[in-house]
């Protein structure tokens, strides 16, 4: 597969993110202004997503809503975006023509770290969802069965975080009503 020559310069990387996420199927992000590549969710990693949907989809309070890789706008460089592997957002977004969302509108921001990530402790992006002002961030790690939730966002930090292990009890702040069964989620072989 052979992707177009194309040249990063101010003003058009969301162009040239969109020609690689069309020529590589690889989902791409633009975070402080450097594209960001990973691979699409499939295998346990999908699954995760899965069923972490099903579990809120039942709980989340009339108009609210789960989206899979929904792409959230970022403070400080127009350009800068994050996709995340869930967001829970108002029901209206579905019918919104805007492609960004606005950071003030997520609920919750979920990541799934893939398999073939190399840092032992993935926290980089915590910032960028912090400094964009997402109220709340779940980043859950099938390498180790690990889980870790970010809340209250201020001077691009989270103020609360809390961490556990696949099967230790998972509260979410409101509007979640109910514990999120951990245990269920997959962990990655080796």
Request: net charge negative; aromatic share 6%; with cysteine.
């Amino acid at each position: 597969m052979t992707v177009p020559a194309l040249s990063p310069r101010p003003g058009n990387l969301r162009e040239v993110a969109e020609e690689i996420e069309r020529a590589t199927g690889l989902r791409v992000e633009i975070l402080g202004g450097k594209l960001v590549m990973s691979p699409t969710s499939r295998g346990k990693h999908a699954g995760t997503v899965k069923r972490l949907i099903r579990q809120l989809s039942s709980q989340l309070p009339e108009g609210l809503d789960a989206y899979e890789m929904s792409s959230i706008a970022l403070p400080g460089d127009p350009e800068d975006y994050c996709t995340p592997d869930l967001v829970v957002l108002p029901i209206e977004c579905k019918e919104d023509d805007e492609w960004l969302v606005d950071p003030g509108d997520v609920e919750l921001a979920v990541e799934v770290i893939s398999k073939s990530e190399k840092a032992k402790d993935v926290s980089a992006k915590n910032g960028w969802y912090a400094a964009a002002g997402v109220r709340t961030l779940l980043v859950l790690d099938p390498r180790g069965g690990d889980w870790a939730l970010f809340t209250h966002p201020r001077d691009g930090e989270y103020q609360g975080r809390l961490r556990g292990k696949y099967g230790d009890e998972l509260l979410l702040p409101a509007p979640f009503t109910q514990p999120v069964d951990t245990a269920c989620l997959p962990v990655y072989g080796d």
